[in-house]
């Protein structure tokens, strides 16, 4: 039982980690490629579209 949440705690933390490193790029990028006026939308419809396609994979 022990191993078993103890994986559970190394999945979440290795999880943690890489969505940190991915969003922090994820985010940097949104301002670079957009005008200043619409950055607010921009942000908006990638964080749907992230959201989306993390339920996707899932039956």
Do not use: H, N, W
Request: aromatic letters at 12%.
């Amino acid at each position: 039982m022990t191993s078993t949440v103890t994986s559970v705690y190394i999945i979440a933390a290795v999880f943690g980690l890489y969505m940190d490193m991915t969003e922090i790029v994820q985010r940097a990028l949104v301002p670079c490629e957009v005008d200043s006026g619409i950055k607010g939308t921009a942000y908006g419809i990638d964080y749907l579209v992230v959201g989306i396609s993390f339920f996707m994979p899932t039956p």
